[in-house]
């Protein structure tokens, strides 16, 4: 197939270090910004609930209605006790009213509470599902401690956009805008007076507001940097106590964490700025009002039940100037953190790309694409460049550090940096269907890389990979892998049951079935001693041993019990060898037309070794395998050999063939190919 442009043939945009170099410098200002959001981005969120958004409101103004009544009935007591007059029924009125107010707002605010979980709800889901599809560069741009900070800690902040007062502002508004009415019909010289404190009031706390958005963004950046610390220390807890690094690394996350208080301090200290202005705007206004409405009652320019109905006018509007204040420090923090949010969820998605990519905008069912003739695998003038980006800020920091002229504020602006390592030059071999064909080769060879471009973690840069004579590219991505058994390097075992690990991509398959791989692969073993316990467990007798278990077929109970047995955070309760024909065991449940085996025996003895042989062999018939091999007896037998080294091509045929022409694959197989594999 023809090579695409290489504008649309990777996965990201390629940028050299010369390149990268020469770029013009971007704004201190938007560096400093971090990602941004607007109130309209997050009206959205909002608006998924909007029948108890609605219903909250209606609340609200229900809530405002009651509150504005207050003083007008309390006017109306003072005058009849002036007047030596009957309360009548005012005087209940009045109760009824506070009491209604009070379980308004008590209501509202458990509704409001359940509708920001539901905002936080589906924040998170948004994320985790955007997460779980991006493109596998994006994970080797980004720590995954800070992607956990943002489906935990940034989408809790938005939160506080329904608890503190946005919704309520609704209501909010109608009381504000009935107290000004009722102030102002009461005596327009002491509204003047208090309005002028509102107005100056309010133009504090929207300068004092604008510095939150970006305070916040940084803050939960740094939170993000503190979790990606943490996953990477626990992540590799035995190699950092074998070193005895514990010291290092907890001065390294306390240092993190110590940055993330200063941060949040920062944040502390803008709010703190602003949660007083209405209290004090209260107190000014209320002394105000105090002298100068005394004055005016004195001279009889209103009565004293005007005074006090404008009073509780005056306690009514700044009730909810002080939920606007709040509001919008509330506003502006989740602003910060939706920021960080959008910068995810506007990611475009493995699907999204691929119809980017795609020529005709959709991709193609393989069925409608694939050459009946065509090779299974073939690799033609393959160039490729891993691109990842090193932490960011991490630059500034080292020269902040080492004391060579760098700022703490530069420490927070710098931006990401593109680390570029080339992999394959013009890699292109064919693998025949129903072939064996091993890949052998030095480490950093780009073996592992191929497979992963046969999974389509990446795309090449230059060149094509193709499925049955299609470029992948132009594929359905879901079938592409659906054809595919990868079993990888480092074979992962995800925490959970054996169960859970077996069925990952064969939800449906029954527990014979995963029976049968186990055994096959030889981890029987683990079935029967975890039958053999749990036999023990439920006849309470302390005879039974391994080989009473393994003697008999399990019952149906017995292999559902042995298959929920769980294998530990990460696979700890298996050894590595068993982890390794885990996962072999995984992929064979899906029973693929193409397995790719990126060095699967290499933590096997020799006897697991022989029995792993012979269960691919028995799987390999009318099946295509693609395998890295670590051992000269996996690869011996193989139809084709490919020999690597640098990423490129050096040499392919048979064994015997290569001895003569290769002289590499002579001194790998000198040495059994017993080398330590890290492409």
């Not at 509150?67 to 209940?92: T, Y």
């Not at 072999?584 to 933590?603: G, H, K, N, V």
């Amino acid at each position: 197939m023809a090579d695409r442009p290489d504008d649309i043939a990777s996965d990201t945009v390629p940028i050299s270090r010369t390149a990268r170099s020469r770029r013009p410098r971007r704004d201190a200002t938007a560096q400093t910004r971090g990602p941004r959001a607007t109130l309209k981005q997050l009206l959205p969120y909002l608006f998924e609930q909007r029948g108890k958004l609605l219903f909250i409101a209606g609340l609200s103004v229900l809530g405002a209605l009651a509150s504005l009544a207050q003083p007008l009935l309390v006017g109306s007591v003072i005058e009849r006790v002036q007047q030596s007059a009957a309360l009548g029924g005012l005087l209940w009125a009045l109760v009824g009213l506070v009491l209604a107010s009070a379980l308004l707002n008590s209501y509202q605010h458990y509704l409001l509470q359940c509708m920001g979980e539901g905002v936080v709800l589906a924040s998170r889901k948004r994320l985790v599902a955007k997460i779980l599809h991006l493109p596998i560069a994006e994970f080797d741009r980004r720590r995954t401690g800070d992607l956990v900070s943002r489906v935990g800690s940034d989408t809790t902040l938005l939160r506080a956009v329904l608890t503190q007062g946005l919704v309520e502002a609704v209501g909010g508004a109608l009381l504000f805008a009935g107290a000004l009415i009722g102030m102002l019909v009461i005596d327009p010289l002491l509204f003047a007076v208090t309005f002028g404190v509102i107005v100056v009031a309010v133009v504090v706390v929207v300068a004092l507001s604008a510095r939150i958005r970006p305070a916040v963004a940084r803050s939960q950046e740094k939170v993000g940097d503190l979790a990606a610390a943490v996953d990477r220390a626990i992540g590799s807890m035995r190699t950092i106590r074998a070193a005895g690094a514990a010291k290092r690394e907890q001065r390294e996350i306390e240092g993190e964490a110590a940055e993330a208080y200063r941060l949040g301090i920062r944040v502390a200290r803008i709010s703190a700025l602003i949660v007083p202005v209405s209290f004090i705007a209260m107190q000014v206004s209320f002394l105000a009002v105090l002298g100068i409405g005394g004055f005016r009652v004195a001279t009889g320019a209103i009565t004293i039940a005007q005074l006090v109905t404008f009073i509780i006018f005056l306690f009514l509007m700044i009730m909810p100037l002080g939920q606007a204040f709040g509001a919008i420090s509330a506003v502006n923090q989740a602003l910060g953190a939706l920021g960080r949010i959008q910068e995810i969820t506007s990611l475009p998605t493995e699907t999204e790309r691929d119809q980017q990519l795609s020529p005709l905008g959709r991709t193609a069912p393989l069925a409608d694409s694939g050459l009946d003739y065509a090779a299974a695998i073939r690799f033609s003038d393959v160039h490729f460049t891993y691109r990842s980006a090193a932490p960011e800020r991490a630059d500034a920091r080292e020269l902040v550090r080492g004391g060579r002229g760098g700022s703490r504020r530069d420490a927070e602006a710098a931006p990401a940096e593109i680390i570029e390592t080339p992999v394959l030059h013009g890699v292109g071999f064919a693998v025949p269907r129903g072939s064996r064909v091993a890949l052998v080769g030095p480490s950093g060879a780009g073996k592992s890389t191929i497979l992963a471009l046969i999974e389509r973690f990446y795309d090449p840069d230059r060149g094509a990979v193709s499925l049955y004579g299609a470029d992948l590219r132009t594929l359905d991505r879901a079938e592409v892998r659906a054809q595919l058994g990868y079993v990888e390097q480092d074979a992962p075992v995800l925490a959970g049951s054996l169960r859970d690990n077996l069925r990952i991509a064969a939800p449906e398959s029954t527990d014979a079935a995963c029976e049968r791989v186990l055994r096959a692969v030889n981890l029987g073993g683990l079935l029967d001693r975890s039958a053999a316990a749990e036999r023990a467990r439920r006849t309470d007798t302390a005879g039974l041993t391994e080989t009473d278990g393994s003697d008999r077929a399990l019952s149906d109970a017995e292999l559902a019990a042995a298959l929920d047995s769980q294998v530990g955070e990460n696979g700890i309760m298996l050894s590595g060898g068993e982890k390794q024909r885990l996962a072999i065991a995984r992929a064979l449940l899906t029973a693929p037309p193409i397995l790719l085996l990126d060095e699967s025996t290499a933590s096997l003895d020799g006897v697991n070794e022989r029995l792993m042989r012979d269960a691919l062999d028995s799987v390999a018939t009318g099946r295509t395998l693609i395998v890295i091999a670590h051992r000269l007896s996996t690869v011996i037998d193989s139809d084709k050999i490919v020999v690597l080294d640098e990423g490129r091509v050096i040499g392919e045929g048979t064994h015997s063939e290569l001895l003569e022409s290769t002289p590499l694959y002579r001194e790998l197989a000198q040495h059994q190919l017993l080398v330590p594999e890290q492409s």
